[in-house]
C-alpha cells in the first residue's frame, strides 16, 4: 500500500471508529431507559457506570489521537464482554447483540486506524 492509500484507510477506519462509538453509546443510553423509571437516582448513577467511561475518549477521537484509540480499545472489551452476557443472558438479546457488534466495529476499526496512520506518518514521501 502507497502513503495515499494507507492515509484513505485510515480515514475510512477513523470515520468507522466514530460511528460506531456514538452507536454503541446510543445503545447503551436508550437500552437503560427501556422499562424503567427514570425518576430513580439508582437509574442515573447505572446509566453514568455505563456510559462515562467511553465519554473520557471523545476529545482523543476528535483530534485522532492513535493513543486514545489504543486505550480506547482497551476499554471497549468490557462492553464487549457486556455485550456477551446479555447475548447469552436470559434479559435483552438484542441489547446484547447491539453492544457485541459495536464493540467489535469498534475495536476493529480503531485497531486498523492506528496501524494505517501509523505507516502513513512513517513511510517516505
Known sequence: MTA????????????ISAISYVLLVAT???FSFIGLEPKNP???A???IKVLPLMIFIPGL???SERSHAWLCFVVLVYFTLGILEL????NRL??????????????SS?????????????PG
Open 4 to 15: 495515499a492509500t494507507h492515509g484513505r484507510a485510515a480515514r475510512v477506519c477513523k470515520s
Open 28 to 30: 447503551l443510553i436508550s
Open 42 to 44: 439508582a437509574h442515573w
Open 46 to 48: 447505572t446509566l453514568a
Open 62 to 64: 476528535i483530534q485522532g
Open 88 to 91: 447469552f443472558g436470559l434479559t
Open 95 to 108: 441489547e446484547g447483540m447491539l453492544i457485541t457488534l459495536f464493540s467489535t466495529l469498534l475495536f476493529i
Open 111 to 123: 485497531t486498523l486506524y492506528i496501524r494505517w496512520n501509523k505507516s502513513e506518518q512513517t513511510s
